[in-house]
C-alpha cells in the first residue's frame, strides 16, 4: 500500500515545546514530517507550542531552531520564515485559544471544573480501589448555578473540562498501524485550559492544526492516546464553524528505544541531538541514521542522502514496532559520511566544527595546517570531534601544549631518553625537512643507530612530539608540526623525563 496522491496540497506540521534539549526522537519525528512534505510537493510548517510558561525557555526555543537548521530540515511557514498563518509561536496566539474555550464552554463542550488536585487524587485512590477504570469521574458536569456560587465563593479555582461524548467511540485509519479504536467510554473528560488561563496541549494542538489547514499529522506513538481526544474535539470545532476543513490523517511513528529496550531517556546523554552536534557528527549522518529509526530506502542498502529520503519517502512504509537507537551503528554510519566527503570539504567542516565547538579561531594559517593536517585524519576518524583531538597538537599554541599524563608516564620513561636524544641529533642535521626524509633520519639512527623494533624506536617521538600515543602518521605530523616546534618538544620531554 502507498499513500495515495493528496486531493488537497499536504500541509503537515512539526510542533515541539521548547523545554530542555532537543531530543533524537523529536528530530527524528521532524525530519519524516520533512520527507513526507518534500515528497508530495507539500507545505512543512514548523510551530513552537510554548503555551507552559513553567517549562518553556527561550533557550532552548533557540536550541530548536539551530538544530532544524544543523539537521538542513528547512521550513516553509514558521519561525523566522513567516508565513500566512501565522504567527507561529503559540505564546502570540493566546487571544484566540481564550475565545475558542469560552465558546466551546457556552456551546456545552466544555465546562468549568472546580475540583482541587487533592480531591481528584482521593476520588482516584477510591477507583484504584474498586478496581474501576481510571479517570476524571464527571463531578463538574453538570453542577447547578448555586454549586457554581458556592464553589466561587469558597475561592476555588477552575479549570476547563472538555465533555467527551459518552456515547461515541473513536476510531480512524492510522497510516503507520492501520486501523484503531478506542471504544466509547474509555476516553474521559479531559482538561484544556489550567486553572491559572493558560491553555493546554490538549486545546491548542488541535486549534491551531485546523487554523493552519494540517492534512496529515505524523507524530510521536507516544501522543496515541491523545488523538481520540482530538477527534472529538475536532467534532466540537467543526460544529462550532472554528474548523472547518476536514479532520487531518495520523500517523502514529513508533517509539525511540535506547539501550536494553527501554525508552531511550532524556536522561541518556545520547538522547540529546545537541550530543551530535558537539561531538561532530554530520548532519547526512545523523539524518541518515533517524530515518532508520521506522524506514528504509531498501532493505539491502543502509546509507542514503537526504534527497533520496525525500525522493522515495513513503509514509505506509514505515514500521509500527519499536526502532532502537543504536549508537554504534549511528556512528558507523557517520563514519562513512566522513569518508565520502571529498578532502576540501572535510577540511571546511573541520575547520567550522573546530571554531564551532572548540573555539580555534580559524585563520587562512590555521586553515592552512587543517587542509594539510586533515588527510592524515579523514580515514581514521568517526567524528569531527575525533579529528580535533587527533590534530590538536598541531593546532595548539606552544605554550599551552601539554602531553597526555598517563601516555607520558607509559611512553616517557627513563629508557626513552637516549631515543629521544638520538632523534633531536638526526633531526637537527636535517636539510629537508619532509616526510620522507625525516622518516630516513629517524629509521638510520634509531633502527638501525640503536638497533630498536620500529614501535619502541617511534613511540616515545610520537608522544613527545603529539602529546599522545594515538596520533595521525608520524613522519607526515612531524613535517606539518615544522623543524623548530618539533624540536622544542623533543627537548623538553627530554628535560621531563
Ligand atoms: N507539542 C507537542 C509535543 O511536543 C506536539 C505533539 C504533536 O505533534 O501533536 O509533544
Ligand atoms: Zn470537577
Not at 49 to 73: A, F, H, P, V
Not at 273 to 291: D, H, I, K, R, S
Request: proline share 6%; with cysteine; glycine share 8%.
Amino acid at each position: 500500500m502507498s499513500t495515495p496522491p493528496a486531493a488537497h496540497p499536504v500541509r503537515v506540521r512539526f510542533c515541539p515545546s521548547p523545554t530542555g534539549n532537543p531530543h533524537v526522537g523529536m528530530a527524528r519525528t521532524a525530519l519524516f514530517n520533512w520527507a513526507f512534505a518534500r515528497h508530495h510537493g507539500g507545505t512543512f510548517v514548523f510551530r513552537i507550542e510554548d503555551t507552559d510558561s513553567q517549562r518553556d525557555t527561550e533557550e532552548s526555543y533557540e536550541q530548536l531552531l539551530t538544530s532544524m537548521r544543523w539537521l538542513g530540515l528547512d521550513w516553509d511557514e514558521g519561525p523566522e520564515v513567516g508565513g500566512p498563518f501565522g504567527p507561529y509561536r503559540q505564546s502570540d496566539r493566546l487571544d484566540r485559544y481564550r475565545d475558542v474555550a469560552a465558546r466551546l464552554v457556552d456551546a456545552g463542550h466544555a465546562y468549568r471544573c472546580y475540583c482541587t488536585p487533592d480531591e481528584l487524587e482521593r476520588r482516584r485512590e477510591a477507583d484504584r480501589a474498586a478496581k474501576r477504570p481510571p479517570g476524571y469521574d464527571g463531578h463538574c458536569r453538570e453542577l447547578s448555578s448555586e454549586q457554581v456560587g458556592a464553589y466561587e465563593s469558597e475561592g476555588r479555582t477552575s479549570v476547563v473540562r472538555f465533555r467527551m461524548p459518552e456515547a461515541e467511540s473513536y476510531s480512524w485509519i492510522d497510516l503507520i498501524r492501520g486501523e484503531v479504536t478506542f471504544p466509547a467510554g474509555e476516553v474521559r473528560d479531559y482538561v484544556l485550559v489550567r486553572a491559572n488561563g493558560e491553555p493546554l496541549y490538549t486545546l491548542v494542538n488541535p486549534v491551531d492544526d485546523a487554523a493552519m489547514q494540517i492534512t496529515h499529522v505524523l507524530r510521536g506513538e507516544d501522543l496515541l492516546s491523545s488523538t481520540p481526544r482530538q477527534l472529538a474535539l475536532w467534532g466540537a470545532l467543526r460544529e462550532l464553524g472554528v474548523a472547518e476543513g476536514a479532520i487531518p490523517e495520523f500517523g502514529h511513528l513508533p517509539y525511540v528505544m535506547g539501550e536494553g529496550n527501554k525508552k531511550l531517556s532524556k536522561r541518556d546523554p545520547e538522547s540529546s541531538l545537541l550530543f551530535y552536534v558537539e561531538q561532530g557528527y554530520l548532519p547526512e549522518g545523523m539524518t541518515n541514521y533517524l530515518a532508520l529509526l521506522g524506514w528504509s530506502l531498501t532493505e539491502d542498502r543502509d546509507r542514503f542522502s537526504l534527497q533520496e529520503m525525500a525522493d522515495a519517502f513513503d509514509i505506509t512504509r514505515v514500521n509500527s514496532s519499536p526502532a532502537r537507537f543504536d549508537l554504534k551503528k549511528c556512528t558507523a554510519l557517520n563514519a562513512d559520511w566522513i569518508r565520502l566527503l571529498d578532502a576540501e570539504e572535510f577540511a571546511r567542516r573541520l575547520g567550522a566544527f573546530l571554531t564551532a565547538e572548540r573555539g580555534i579561531g580559524i585563520d587562512p594559517s590555521v586553515q592552512r595546517v587543517v587542509s594539510v593536517a586533515s588527510p592524515l585524519v579523514q580515514e581514521r576518524v568517526e567524528t569531527l570531534a575525533q579529528a580535533s583531538d587527533m590534530l590538536h597538537f598541531l593546532l595548539v599554541e606552544e605554550a599551552a601544549f601539554s602531553v597526555d599524563p598517563d601516555d607520558s608516564a607509559k611512553m616517557l620513561t627513563a629508557d626513552a631518553a637516549p631515543v629521544l636524544q638520538a632523534s633531536i641529533r638526526a633531526l637537527e642535521e636535517l636539510t629537508d625537512w619532509t616526510s620522507a626524509e625525516i622518516e630516513a633520519a629517524l629509521r638510520t639512527s634509531l633502527v638501525e643507530g640503536l638497533g630498536l623494533k620500529p614501535r619502541l624506536a617511534f613511540g616515545p617521538v610520537r608522544v613527545a612530539v603529539s602529546g599522545r600515543r594515538v596520533s595521525p602518521p608520524l613522519f607526515e605530523s612531524l613535517e606539518i608540526l615544522g623543524r623548530q616546534r618539533t624540536l622544542s618538544r623533543l627537548k623538553a620531554a627530554v628535560t621531563d623525563g
